[in-house]
């Protein structure tokens, strides 16, 4: 019987094989890029979360957690990398429950800390992921977070530097560094009925050729959305019964 698993993997533990895997599946939907581009990408981030399918994998999402100071206080970023699931496992849920289960993690660790998710995007398929983990996060289309912004534009600045428009909220790289194949950039006319999609590629028309939308998210519960809240909740019950044990 085939089923879906998922894997959390530090970068370092990676197999030259997943390794493989990962750029076989990421150039297949991306042009614009390279092998050698694609694991230096990879090589910069922490963790990965690997979808398997058999013994395939067929989606992927790397992450970067770091802390820094802002007003006055510390708190702690999750800078996601390339997000990408096989076209022909669209729908499956395995890799989002395996992404907030790890998001409860890392609350965990730092209770105390504010957490936020730093995100730039590049397709509007990745970008539906907001509004469905979160109830508002900047930009969005009806919700004015601009209190978010001047915390996005610093963490924009500091990782893109001039490639960053604080304008335009968009990192504009003077040559694309990635960007979606044809066959699978354009929306539906389904799609284009959404408001997330409609807003997404409003604010960033030049995703074809490689912009990507600069995000930023609260990662805490009164912010996120049931089925969010639902498995981090379980998540963290399961870890604190561990630590009880």
């Excluded at 995007?121 to 912004?149: N, Q, V």
């Excluded at 500091?158 to 044809?182: H, I, M, Q, T």
């Amino acid at each position: 019987m085939s089923f879906y698993r998922t894997q959390i993997k530090a970068i370092h533990e990676l197999t030259e094989d997943s390794r493989h895997l990962v750029v076989c599946l990421y150039l297949k939907y991306y042009e614009g890029s390279t092998e050698t581009q694609v694991l230096q990408d990879l090589s910069d981030k922490q963790k990965v979360i690997l979808l398997w399918y058999d013994d395939t994998i067929v989606g992927f999402t790397s992450l970067q957690i770091y802390q820094r100071e802002w007003l006055n206080r510390e708190i702690r970023v999750v800078y996601s990398g390339d997000t990408l699931v096989d076209r022909k496992h669209w729908g499956q849920q395995a890799l989002a429950y395996a992404w907030i289960s790890l998001m409860s993690q890392i609350k965990y660790e730092q209770p105390d800390l504010p957490l936020y998710w730093f995100v730039i995007i590049k397709g509007h398929r990745t970008f539906k992921y907001l509004p469905t983990f979160a109830e508002s996060f900047y930009p969005h289309w009806s919700i004015d977070r601009s209190d978010l912004k001047p915390l996005a534009d610093y963490l924009a600045r500091e990782k893109f530097g001039e490639f960053y428009n604080s304008e335009s909220g968009l990192v504009e790289f003077d040559k694309s560094r990635g960007n979606l194949k044809a066959e699978i950039a354009y929306p539906t006319e389904e799609e284009k009925n959404k408001s997330s999609v409609r807003f997404f590629l409003e604010t960033n028309p030049n995703y074809l050729i490689g912009h990507e939308l600069v995000c930023l998210c609260e990662l805490e519960e009164h912010n996120m959305k049931s089925f969010t809240k639902r498995i981090f909740r379980k998540a963290c019950d399961a870890r604190a019964l561990a630590a009880a044990v």
